[in-house]
Nanobody, 120 residues
Framework: QVQLVESGGGLVQAGGSLRLSCAAS????????MGWYRQAPGKQRELVAS???????NYADSVKGRFTISRDNAVNTVSLQMNSLKPEDTDVYYC??????????????WGQGTQVTVSS
């Protein structure tokens, strides 16, 4: 059983910063891509940022230059440093991982979500 546990959400004023962290646990061979998605009520979940096991990153245009994703493969964690936060960044943020459970068995797992609220 693979688990992703997020931490670090909360309430912050516009212009402030928050850091989200996510730790993967359980039995798996390795993790391909890890990342963060966000979702507002009634809207589709959208990619915020992702990072491969080799460190290649991808960001949504709306967060480029403000958010930074990082990863520690040794302890299976991924983090999202969010700076210059805007009210429109308010959402539930979900950690995501593409896991190789064993060779040939690849599955996606999600965290439970953490609320980020940015006040104006």
């Amino acid at each position: 059983q693979v688990q992703l546990v997020e931490s670090g959400g909360g309430l912050v004023q516009a212009g402030g910063s928050l850091r989200l962290s996510c730790a993967a646990s359980g039995r798996f061979f390795s993790i391909n891509v890890m990342g963060w998605y966000r979702q507002a009520p009634g809207k589709q979940r959208e990619l915020v940022a992702s990072i491969t096991s080799g460190g290649s990153t991808n960001y949504a245009d709306s967060v480029k230059g403000r958010f930074t994703i990082s990863r520690d493969n040794a302890v299976n964690t991924v983090s999202l440093q969010m700076n210059s936060l805007k009210p429109e960044d308010t959402d539930v943020y979900y950690c995501y991982g593409n896991f190789i459970i064993m060779p040939g068995h690849i599955y996606n797992y999600w965290g439970q979500g953490t609320q980020v609220t940015v006040s104006s």
